[in-house]
Each structure stands twice: as C-alpha cells, then as structure tokens.
C-alpha cells in the first residue's frame, strides 16, 4: 500500500485525517516542524483550522502542534520539516504517493502568513512534484471568497475576494496546488472535537445577547470534523478519473440554519436559546458593547450555503445523517470545553 503524508497532522482537522487514516491501515507519514508528532485517539487539541470562520493564532511560522499529553501512539512514519523554511522540505515527500495538505498559518502577521501559506505551499507542491506524488490534496477554506450571500453556490460559478491576509494567501496557496494538477477543498463551518473557535465563538455571541436573537434565518454550510476527515481522504484516495473538478466546496449537503445552530450551542453549553427578537442592527449595537467581532453577525444574518453535491457524487459517497445527529454525539465534549471557557 501507498504512503500518505498529511501536513498539520496534529491540528484540529488533520488529527481527524489521521485517526480516519488509522482506521483504513493507510500507511502514513506525518510532517511536523519540531519532531515527529505523536498523536492518539483522544480528543484533539487545539490546531491549523482549515475552515472558515475558524481563526487561530499560532505560536510561530507554520506552528500546528499542539503539544498536549496524548494516550496512544499512531504508528506512522515523521518527518521534520517547517513550510517557513522551504530548503527543510527537501526529500520530505520522497516515497509518498498522496500528500494530504492540512497545515496552515491561520491569523498572525502578514509576512507569516505570506511565509507558511503562500510560499511555503509553492515550495511544498514543488518537492511533491519533484518526488512524483500522484496527488495533492489541499484543505482550503470558503473564506477565500469574502463576504456575501452565498445561495447553493456552486465552486466553478464563484470568483475569490478575500478578505483578509490569511485568505488571501490560502488563495495563492490553491493556485498553487491547483497549477500543479493537485485538488483544493473549502469547507465552510466545521465542528467537532477539538474545535476551539465556530461553537465558543457563537457561545460568546449567545451571552452578549442574553437569549435575544434577530431570526437567524440564513442557512450555512456545516461539517462535522470526522465526516470532513472521511472527504479528504476519499479525495486522496479516489481512483484516476472520477474527479471532475479541482476545486469542491467539502459540507454536508443540507445546511443547517443559524437557528438550528445556535439553539443546539445553547443546550449544550447551558445557555438560554435564543427566543426573544431583535433587529440586526440592536444586535450588532449588543456585539460592540461586548468588544465582540461583527464578522459572526455578518455570517449568521446571511446565507453562507455552498453547494457540496460535486463532491459526494464523484466519490460515490453517501452523506451521514447530518448536523443534529453529529452535533450531539460532541454535545459533552462541547459541555465540558466551552462552558468553562465563556
């Protein structure tokens, strides 16, 4: 069997990649900048997001370890290298028949972004190519398209605005992926064990408001982190020719409403659910008095539904339940995490 190297493997998605990896006996090789990263079945520790609407700083350049007691080891192979540092890339894939990229610098400043995301993605689809990798999986985000609404979008009919450092140089990093014959993938919301920023953010939100809502009635795109993880797989692993496109919008087809969404943070946080209504603009009025950001406002007042069908139907797959199934199964992960951070 082909090995696979997956890149951010002990941030917030990649842990997810690997442990899924685990579970198919893929052979594995895990790229960290310090030592080979150890990683466990266990919750997973904060990391890369990989997603929109999940920012993280991170301690330095290309920094996605966490570093966290873990319970059991993953037998893979580790290779140390940094994407800041492009000349430590050298010989990194030699051997690999899929490279998984779930590593990048989320938030930070400009040049570290520009450093990790931008140029060191370039160099590493460089040494991929160098090595003869058959694929290139890059986990992008739908942030790299800016604000807007966003009804059943498809990927091919959307052009990019970023709007920020960080999403304008995972943009650079999917040309890069892209010119290389490699796929990009761009989830919107994702949850799951070891989320540090969609749940504790709206969490937040729900205080500052005190069980008032303005409707939320827009519809978003969700994925859980372990359904996620079973995507990039599939696309690392799905045969020559069944992929029909080099961009896909990775979610669970149904969207699940910002209603939905919160209510299911309230019950499992110990928050009152939203009932009471207010106008966007008195909530937008609560979020500055609380010094919270108005991006999660701008997101949960409009539609942010992006069209995953492509995905699902080229590799066969068929979607799990969903958001309220998939959502309760962290319901006392989520209890224990964020009740005591808000």
Known sequence: MHTTMITGATGFIG??????????????????????????????????AGSGGAVRRNAGPGNTESGNPLTATVPA????????????????CDGVDVL?????QIGGPADVNEAVNARGTAALVAEARRAGVRRIVYLSTASVYGRGTFRSARAEALDRHPGSVTSRTRAAAEDAVREAGGIVLRPHLVYGVGDIWVVPALARLLLALSG??????????????????????????????????????????RPVTAAELLSAVADCVGLPAPRRELTVAQVRERLV???????????????????????WSDLGRVPGPGFAVDFAETREWYGNTVRAAV
């Open 100 to 104: 998984l990229h779930c590593a990048s």
């Open 15 to 48: 842990r997810h990649v690997v442990e899924e990896a685990r579970t198919r006996e893929i052979p594995l090789r895990l790229m960290s900048r310090h030592r080979p990263p150890v990683l466990t079945t266990g919750p997973a520790a904060p990391g890369d």
């Open 77 to 92: 192979q580790g290779v140390v290298a940094d994407l800041a540092r492009p000349e430590t890339l050298r010989g990194a």
């Open 289 to 311: 008095a609380a010094d919270l950001p108005q991006l999660a406002l701008d997101m949960l007042a409009t539609d942010h539904w992006f069209d995953s069908a492509p995905l």
């Open 212 to 253: 008032a809502s303005a409707g939320w009635h827009a519809r978003m795109s969700a994925v859980s982190a372990p359904e996620l993880a079973r995507l990039v797989l599939g696309v690392g692993s799905a045969p020559a020719g069944s992929l029909t496109a080099s961009v896909y919008h990775a979610a669970h087809p």
